[in-house]
Structures are given as structure tokens and as C-alpha cells.
């Protein structure tokens, strides 16, 4: 491997050849918002939130998916980013149900902290309060689809790590939804292992462990960072 | 599923008549989608059987793909007398009068003094209602596969793509990226690995039939294309990508592929010499989205059609993580007239930086809608009035649309400019497939934006955010809009998120979702200012909704 260096919001860095923008950033200490992306986990690059500006690009780049050149030129927070960011969040707000007050992941939720760092003080789109459905049929854990946002680290973390593929996306446009198998309930699922692996991932409140009330989901996914780690060595 | 364009079974109809000895006429009965949905087979088969039941020996009649002028079918074409007869009825007395039309030459139009052929330059479409698609003798007999028999024994590979590259053609599927380039990238990927040839027959756009009438009229020149250019880039399997709406299509592409292979003209050993080259055909699901190659390649796979993002492009790593090389079908249907005349013939048909011809399926408010092939350079006015006759009705021309949901509203002022490549992006449309609707000054704009903003909606494949949530807010205000609802702040909001979707989209849908929007706002915002500030349609199309009350919750 070779080392590309670069300038990040004008910043000399220094990265590896083939490591993703976002990759770099992080490791200088230049944050990026992330929905979408998890150490550890394929890159999909759908929430669109760690888009950047490239020089030389004719539109801002996914840097969760654009791997570092030589010479490159990154800036990573601009007005019009900001703008876009903030839309993209008030778009997942108001495609589905999020109601803090009455969310298990109220104050441990990646969608409320993005919101808040982007300066999303209301939304002027209408919310659109679909009646989106609920599988509470496993014995432990439950997903209600009013609070997902398609990100699909649980299908991933599912499929790449525990080697399940018990998640997966049925449907288009606003009819998507996560389902497990082939759409059977999920306490009917026969290839679920029940290891809650999706549950530690969700940046939601869509997937909850069972018996836990509002802002109780904080025991969040004490063992990602190992698998994470275990993952990047294979 | 509605079949009215999956003629009944061979077996059901009665065989051509093809007379052993000279013949005075031959009737070219159109067997294409459009005519076929008019009734045509059953033209065919009672013009057969008037034709035998009257004893003559020099009248032929033969099933032949499309003949262009769809809107008057169903068509039977005489190029003995260089007539065709539209509208050919089906009743047996006045098809005995007709006979006699055909032995004499009379009636009819004369094909090359009608201006909708006289203007045309076929290159795409050459064999399109001369040969009989379900034929490949047919094919052969006039002179196709040469070209592909020509490319294998007499030339290198780089010497195929260096012709396609002085052709300057570029992508037909509506990008434009030039086609040599693309051949030159694939060949040069992978070190003697595995590599496909992949065809993007997924048409989808609104109002467009161009593929779909090249394969269900020439299936064959579409399969030699392919195999040219996996011979050029080294590939020996391929796959057509076919939407499963087009059953004709699948079955005259599954009969051409087994008939080639059984005339040594794909398969194995082609044309005797060590190239191999294995054809099959995958069938869509019904998404639109299909037709972006990524997605395109992972419903080939197997998986979810889902966009990825690119680099890596398919060149680089496609199919199964192979080199693949994906062309639209057009593209592949220009590739054996490009070998047999040469790449230089070609490159000096056409304008500026587009090359070549192009196939539009005109459509809407036009007097002859049909399957039309130009060279690019004409202009819009060209085309819509010397070609499609004009609007009907004594209504006016308003605007043009071209490229489908990703592409825009030209207005009749700007009729005069040149249809290539780069016209089309500075006048905030792109050239797309080939779909061109017409429209007239009963049409609304706004709805019109909200009719392709509403197809974006619903083909979103709900990978990124700002397609999938994105074109459902826009949706809803340009809904608003069209009620009569809207403030200038929605006008207002409206741009904003069409900005940031067409910006931040992960694929071209999304990317392209925002452009009518845009094409109508640049030439038309007196309409949306019309439908805001005094609740009015211009058009007459929009039904205002009564006011809503303070906190309706809307």
C-alpha cells in the first residue's frame, strides 16, 4: 500500500491508498456527519449526509465511498453542505414517525444527535405520518418501522458479520421497508440466531430489545467496537 | 397482465406467401408492437388467404418488423411500388380491392415523396420492415452478419474499436459517453479473465418505444452488434437485459438467439473461426431503475436492483465483478452498419460533437406519431412539422420533451436548435433514449412536472435519501402547486430540495429526478406563478381545491 497525501479543509493529511475520504478525516480528527456508514460494515453510501466537495467534481461526493487520490482536494463543510445535510435530516424526519418525547432512543439516537449538530431547530416540510407497521413477534426484540431509516446496517451487520442474512429490503420508494427472510414474521424467522446484533446497530429507536421504556435504550451495542476490530483484521 | 402485443402462437397463423416466381407485389404487413395491437396478424393472415384464394402467382405477402408511421396502422408496405397503405382494414372485400392496389401501384402513399421518410436517414433502422424478424435467413439474405463474419476473420480487435472510436458514435442510452472509449476501457480491463457484453434493452421512460421496436423489428442486427463488440473487447458471454412489459420483444429475442446459434452466427465457433460468443436474455422485474446499469448488473445477478455507487464503473469491475461492457440497444444496432461502411461514413453523418443518427419515438400532440430516425443536427422544428406533420386540432406547438423523467421542457421558441448531445444540456434537457413528446397549449406545465416528479416518486428505489423521501416532498408541492394551495415560500422550497436531490442523489434517477422541474421553471414560471398567485390553470388542466382551514393539518 501506498501513501496518498491530500488536503482535507485545508489541512495536509496523509492516507493509505484506497481508504475512503471519510477513512482520513477521521483519523485526523476532521468530523464528518455519518448515518449510513459503521466501522466495520460495507459501505453503501445512501444517507448522502457525508457528502463532501472534491475538487475537480462536478457534484459533492459520498466520502464514505470515494477513496483518497494524490492532490486531492476535500472540503468538508461549506454553506451549501450544511444546507443540503440539514434537508437530508428534515427529509428522514418527516418521512416517517420520529417522535423524540415517546422514542426508546430518545437521547441515544443518531438521527436526534445529527439534527442537533446540524442546527435543525424545526421542520417546513410537511410530515408525511405514514402508518409505516410494527413486528413486535420476536421473542426479545421488536422493530417498528415508523423510526427506520433505511440505512441498512442491520442487514449488513446481519449478513457480513453474523453471517445470517436474515435482514433484507423488500419494496420502493415509500414502501421500503426492512423485512427478515421473506418477509415472515420475525419471531418466525428460522435463520435468525437472536444474537441482537442489528438491535446494537440500529442509530434509531426502529430496533429495540424488548421491556425497555422511553430514553431506555442507552445500552447500546457494548460489543460493535469488537466486532468492528475483529472484522478489520480478517 | 395485459397481452394485446403478444401475438397469438405462430402455429395459429397462416404461413407468408412467398411465390417461387418473379412477383409484381410483395405486401410487407408490419408485425411491430404498435401495429400488431391494431390488428395486423389478422391482417396478414385474411391478405393470405385473399392472395391464395384468388389463384394469382405474383402477389407475396411476408410479416416485416416496424414501419415507422404507427399512428395509421395497421401499415402494409409494397417497396416493389415504393407505396404504403395505412389503416388497412381487415374486412376481405375491401382487402381484395387492395390487392389489386398492390399489383398496380397505385394508392396509397408514395414512400420516398412523404415528407415523414423523406427526412429520415435510416442507419439504426435499416432493416426495420424489410426483413421478417422471426427470420434469420432473412436477416442474412440481406446482408446482415457480414459485418460480424467481416469483423472476425478479416480484422484484429483493435482494429474494431479503433473504427467504432473514428465513428464518434456515443451512447445511445441517452449519457452520450462515446462508445469507442467505453470498448477501448473494457478491452484494456482484466488480464485474459472472464468478460461480459451486456445490452440495456430495460426501456422505460414514459412515451418511448425505440428499442422496443428495433428488437421486435430486427432482433438480429441487435445480436451481431453484440458480438462484434465482444469480439473487440474479448468478452464470450453476454446477457439482453429485456423489461418483462415486453413479452414480444423476449420471445422474438429467445427465437433469434436460437436461430443464430443453429446458423453458426453465435455460440460456438462463429462464423467457423475460434471465436465463441453465448447469448442470453434476463428478464426485468418492472423497475425502472433497472435501466441504470449498476442496478442493471445486480438484478442480472440476482440481487435487488439497487444502484451502487460508481467508480468502480462496470468497465472496471461489472457484472459478477467482471470488465463488463453495457451498451443501450440502439447503440449495438449502429455497430454492423459502423464495420460494414466504415467508421468514416459514419462520423460524417450528423452535427457538432454527436455523430451519426438517432432514433426519437415521437409521440403526443403530433399529426403522425411513430418510429422516426434522423440525423442528429436537425432541428426540433424539423422534426415535429416537416416530419410529424404538425399539431392536430389547429392547436400550437407549447414545448418538446425529451429524455424522459430526467429530462426537460424545450418551448416552441427554441424549436430551431439543433437536436445533438450538447443543445439539449444547454437548454436544461438531455437527450435521453429518445422519447419526445410533444405537447400543445392544452397542456399545463406544472402538472407535467408533477406527472414525472410523481414517476420519479414512485421508482425510487429508496437506496439514497434524498430520492426516495426528496421526490415525495417535491411531489407534494408541486401537488400544492397545481391546487392552487401554494405560497411563493413552497415556489421557493421547491427549488431548494430540487437542488439539493439533484445534487446529492446517489444515481441518475435522483440525480435527474429535479430537471422537469427545472426546464418548466426556466421557461414556463408564469404557469406556477399563475397556479400561486391567482389560483388559475392557464392551460385549463388544473382543478383548484377550496381553501383549507386553519389547521387542517395540511
Known amino acids: ?234 | 397482465m395485459p397481452e394485446p402485443d403478444d401475438a397469438p402462437a405462430r402455429a395459429r397463423h397462416h404461413e407468408p406467401v412467398l411465390p417461387e416466381g418473379p412477383v409484381r407485389a410483395t405486401a410487407n404487413v408490419c408485425h411491430a408492437a404498435g401495429c400488431l395491437s391494431l390488428g395486423s396478424d389478422l391482417v396478414f393472415d385474411r391478405l393470405c388467404e385473399r392472395v391464395e384464394a384468388s389463384g394469382t402467382d405474383d402477389v407475396g405477402v411476408r410479416r416485416v418488423g416496424c414501419l415507422g408511421l404507427c399512428a395509421q396502422g395497421p401499415l402494409v408496405k409494397v417497396p416493389e411500388h415504393d407505396r404504403l397503405y395505412a389503416k388497412v382494414p381487415a374486412e376481405p372485400d375491401e382487402l381484395d380491392q387492395l390487392v389489386e392496389q398492390f399489383r398496380s401501384g397505385t394508392g396509397g402513399l408514395v414512400v420516398s415523396e412523404d415528407p415523414f421518410f423523406a427526412r429520415q436517414v435510416k442507419v439504426v433502422l435499416r432493416h426495420c420492415g424489410s426483413v421478417d424478424p422471426e427470420e434469420v435467413e432473412d436477416y442474412v439474405a440481406k446482408g446482415g452478419y457480414a459485418a460480424l463474419r467481416r469483423a472476425v476473420t478479416e480484422m484484429t480487435p483493435e482494429e474494431v474499436v479503433a473504427e467504432v472510436t473514428e465513428s464518434g458514435l456515443r451512447g445511445r442510452g441517452g449519457a452520450g459517453y462515446p462508445t469507442g472509449l467505453k470498448w477501448a476501457t473494457v478491452a484494456k480491463s482484466g488480464e485474459g479473465g472472464h468478460k461480459y457484453v451486456v445490452c440495456n434493452a430495460d426501456e422505460g421512460d414514459p412515451g418511448a418505444f425505440m428499442d422496443r421496436s428495433v428488437l421486435e423489428s430486427c432482433p438480429q442486427q441487435v445480436l451481431e452488434g453484440m458480438a462484434i463488440a465482444a469480439y473487440a473487447v474479448g468478452a464470450n458471454e453476454g446477457y439482453v437485459y429485456v423489461r418483462a412489459e415486453y413479452p414480444l420483444t423476449v420471445r422474438r429475442l429467445n427465437s433469434a438467439i436460437r436461430q443464430a446459434e443453429r446458423a453458426g452466427l453465435l455460440g460456438t465457433a462463429i462464423a467457423d473461426t475460434s471465436f465463441s460468443f453465448h447469448l442470453e436474455v434476463r428478464i426485468g422485474a418492472g423497475a425502472f431503475v433497472c435501466g441504470e446499469e449498476t442496478a442493471l448488473l445486480a438484478s442480472i445477478e440476482g440481487r435487488r436492483g439497487t444502484p451502487r455507487p460508481r467508480p468502480p464503473y462496470p468497465a472496471a469491475a461489472g457484472l459478477f465483478g467482471e470488465p463488463t461492457l453495457i451498451n443501450n440497444v440502439e447503440t449495438f444496432a449502429s455497430i454492423s452498419a459502423i464495420i460494414e461502411r466504415g467508421g468514416r461514413w459514419y462520423a460524417a453523418i450528423g452535427a457538432n460533437k454527436s455523430r451519426g443518427t438517432k432514433v426519437f419515438a415521437l409521440a403526443g400532440a403530433v399529426e403522425r406519431t411513430g418510429l422516426i430516425e434522423v440525423p442528429m443536427g436537425l432541428s426540433l422544428r424539423q422534426i415535429v412539422f416537416e416530419i410529424g406533420g404538425g399539431v392536430p386540432g389547429g392547436h400550437r406547438c407549447k414545448a418538446v420533451q425529451t429524455g424522459g423523467p430526467s429530462g426537460g421542457c424545450i418551448p416552441e421558441e427554441l424549436l430551431d436548435m439543433p437536436v445533438d448531445y450538447e443543445s439539449l444540456v444547454s437548454a436544461g434537457s438531455i437527450m435521453g433514449s429518445g422519447g419526445m413528446i410533444v405537447m400543445d397549449e392544452t397542456t399545463c406545465m406544472v402538472d407535467v412536472a408533477r406527472y414525472f416528479m410523481d414517476f420519479c416518486r414512485e421508482e425510487s428505489c429508496s437506496r439514497c435519501v434524498p430520492c426516495r423521501a426528496g421526490t415525495v416532498q417535491m411531489h407534494r408541492l408541486l401537488d400544492r402547486i397545481c391546487s392552487g394551495l401554494a405560497t411563493r415560500a413552497d415556489l421557493e422550497r421547491l427549488e431548494r430540495l430540487a437542488a439539493m436531490v439533484q445534487r446529492a442523489s446517489l444515481c441518475g434517477l435522483g440525480q435527474g429526478a429535479p430537471s422537469t422541474v427545472f426546464s418548466t421553471l426556466r421557461y414556463f414560471k408564469d404557469e406556477y406563478l399563475a397556479h400561486i398567485d391567482h389560483r388559475t390553470c392557464p392551460a385549463g388542466v388544473c382543478e383548484m381545491a377550496p381553501f383549507e382551514m386553519a389547521g387542517s393539518g395540511r
Open chain 1, 1 to 234: 500500500m501506498s501513501v496518498v497525501t491530500l488536503v482535507i479543509d485545508g489541512h495536509d493529511v496523509a492516507g493509505q491508498s484506497g481508504q475512503s475520504i471519510l477513512s482520513v478525516a477521521r483519523e485526523h480528527g476532521i468530523a464528518i456527519p455519518t448515518l449510513c456508514h459503521l466501522d466495520g460494515l460495507s459501505e453503501v453510501g445512501a444517507c448522502r449526509l457525508c457528502m463532501v466537495e472534491v475538487r475537480g467534481a462536478r457534484r459533492p461526493l459520498a466520502a464514505c465511498v470515494t477513496e483518497v487520490q494524490e492532490h486531492m482536494e476535500v472540503t468538508t463543510t461549506t454553506d451549501e453542505l450544511t444546507d443540503y445535510r440539514r434537508q437530508i435530516i428534515e427529509l428522514l424526519f418527516t418521512e416517517r414517525n420520529h417522535v423524540c418525547a415517546v422514542c426508546i432512543a430518545n437521547r441515544h439516537c443518531e438521527l436526534q444527535d445529527l439534527a442537533k449538530a446540524l442546527g435543525m431547530t424545526h421542520f417546513d416540510l410537511p410530515a408525511l405520518n405514514p402508518s409505516a407497521g410494527v413486528d413486535a413477534s420476536h421473542e426479545r426484540f421488536g422493530i417498528d418501522h415508523n423510526r427506520c431509516v433505511l440505512c441498512t446496517r442491520c442487514v449488513r451487520v446481519c449478513a457480513e458479520i453474523e453471517g445470517a442474512h436474515t435482514w433484507d429490503v423488500r419494496g420502493r420508494a415509500s414502501e421500503a421497508r426492512v423485512i427478515t427472510d421473506l418477509g415472515t414474521p420475525w419471531g418466525e424467522s428460522p435463520t435468525c440466531t437472536s444474537c441482537g446484533k442489528c438491535v446494537q446497530v440500529c442509530p434509531t429507536g426502529a430496533l429495540f430489545e424488548k421491556g425497555r421504556a422511553v430514553a431506555e435504550g442507552k445500552e447500546r451495542r457494548p460489543y460493535v467496537p469488537f466486532l468492528v476490530a475483529r472484522n478489520r483484521r480478517s
